[in-house]
């Protein structure tokens, strides 16, 4: 469920995201579909905004601070790669909800 595999010098996983910006409301996620996970965020892609909001948004589902929690492949894409410092084990089960 949206795991990669364990980063090798700091605990956490790779997550990968699609993101559909600029939308009517913000859902994270609105589905998990095998290793992707799929989210809505209402700002708009343009100076980075929706990059905050959703880093925000993520920070929230997962209940870590906004800074274990980076972008590191898809900036100016819709497709994302997130690292996310947090145990394999407890994303599966915050994502098992959805």
Do not use: C, W
Not at 44 to 57: C, I, S, T, V, Y
């Amino acid at each position: 469920m949206g795991v990669k595999m364990d980063h090798p010098k700091t605990q956490g996983i790779y997550i990968e995201i699609v993101v559909k910006a600029n939308s009517k409301k913000t859902e994270v996620p609105t589905r998990v579909e095998g290793n992707i996970i799929y989210v809505k965020i209402k700002s708009p892609p343009r100076h980075g905004k929706a990059n905050k909001e959703l880093l925000r948004e993520l920070s929230k589902l997962f209940n870590v601070s906004q800074d274990r929690i980076n972008i590191v492949s898809g900036h100016s894409s819709s497709r994302k790669t997130i690292f996310l410092e947090m145990s394999q084990e407890n994303v599966k089960d915050i994502l098992s909800q959805f």
